[in-house]
């Protein structure tokens, strides 16, 4: 999909956590568009979703009704398919509603 060889660089994997409101019918369907072919181009790359699902407040007050755990093998690839013409096509009818994207690093190789 990208041409990015990312099998030397599993050290610098991030993981994206989103989280998500259902927005409008049309946001919804405009998402669930951009998902499946954001998804698909992952899994062709060897990377993506590992966990999507509904979020559950913890503590405070933001309410979100889902959550999604993205992994990424680096700023690099996630820098190259953002800037990608694959995602520039796919990205054309997205809508946001209220999401919230964090890249973290994955924690547990760490300690």
Do not use: C
């Given at each position: 999909m990208l041409g990015y060889d990312h099998r030397?660089?599993?050290?610098?994997?991030?993981?994206i956590?989103?989280?998500?409101?259902?927005?409008?019918?049309e946001q919804r369907a405009a998402d669930r568009a951009f998902g499946m072919e954001m998804v698909r181009g992952m899994a062709e790359g060897g990377y993506g979703p590992m966990y999507m699902g509904p979020?559950?407040?913890?503590?405070?007050?933001?309410r979100f009704a889902q959550f999604a755990a993205v992994y990424d093998p680096g700023i690099d690839p996630m820098h190259?398919?953002?800037?990608s013409t694959f995602t520039s096509r796919i990205a054309a009818g997205k809508q946001l509603a209220d999401t919230l994207a964090?890249?973290?690093?994955?924690?547990?190789?760490k300690l």
């Open positions: 030397d660089v599993l050290d610098d994997a991030i993981v956590v989103n989280l998500r409101q259902s927005g409008t019918a979020a559950v407040g913890v503590e405070g007050e933001s190259t398919m953002i800037g964090i890249a973290t690093i994955p924690v547990l190789s």
